[in-house]
């Protein structure tokens, strides 16, 4: 939802290294630094104030109003962030002050919305890309855009052009990429079902098999061994 803001307090981190980071993360802060006008300031923040700021209506296109231990506001976004590699959580934050005369560039995810008719039909949906790039002004940056695929049929596919962009904001990306497609059935899945189809039928028999397991003849039984005979 475009016009989002939040307000985030931060504190000032004055001692810096790995170090003190892993000490940071234990008492459920996260180092980050927050980007400006001027010098970097290195920041922490809480997790879960963290945590609520990204997950609100705005998403992480959110402007925050972030707070410096009392001082000015800094409206900000966020730049980037790390993530744990096994956990997932946020290991560390950039946040980038921004104004808000000015457009911004930014990454929105991609939601397909609607069944697609080729679907029921027997056909394969499939997202082509999950992100789009826009400008715009950080209070009109969209947390997300969607895509209606309920006219695609088989062998369909939608563009980027064919998105209904909000107001003011503008796709940087190709217009001409495919976000979305449907395709047939493959060939392989055809082949199960005929499988399937055929489970359950008795196997033709032959001559060879129908003689198995019956006892040899006199005149086939093996000879007794010459030790037998000592």
Not at 30 to 39: D, H, K, M, S, V
Not at 70 to 80: A, F, I, N
Not at 157 to 172: F, N
Request: proline content about 7%; glycine content about 10%.
């Amino acid at each position: 939802m475009a016009g989002e803001r939040l307000k985030l307090v931060v504190q000032n981190r004055a001692v810096l290294g790995s170090a003190e980071s892993r000490r940071l993360r234990r008492q459920g802060l996260i180092p980050g630094i927050l980007y400006g006008r001027e010098a970097p300031v290195p920041i922490t923040i809480g997790e879960r104030d963290l945590r609520h700021a990204l997950t609100g209506p705005g998403g992480a296109n959110a402007v925050l109003d972030v707070v410096v231990e009392g001082g000015d506001t800094h409206s900000s976004v966020l730049k980037d962030y790390q993530q744990h590699p096994v956990r997932g959580n946020i290991v560390h934050v950039d946040l980038q002050e921004v104004r808000l005369d000015r457009p911004i560039h930014a990454t929105v995810p991609l939601h397909l919305v609607g069944e697609a008719a080729g679907a029921k039909e027997g056909g394969v949906l499939s997202q082509q890309i999950m992100e789009v790039n826009v400008e715009a002004l950080p209070m009109e940056v969209p947390s997300m855009l969607e895509l209606d695929v309920s006219e695609l049929h088989v062998n369909d596919q939608a563009r980027l052009d064919q998105l209904v962009m909000p107001a003011g904001v503008t796709i940087l990306d190709d217009l001409e990429t495919i976000a979305a497609t449907v395709t047939p059935p493959s060939r392989i899945e055809e082949e199960e079902a005929e499988g399937v189809e055929g489970e359950g039928e008795a196997p033709e028999t032959t001559g060879e098999a129908e003689g198995e397991g019956e006892e040899p003849t006199a005149d086939e039984t093996p000879a007794e061994s010459d030790s037998s005979e000592e």
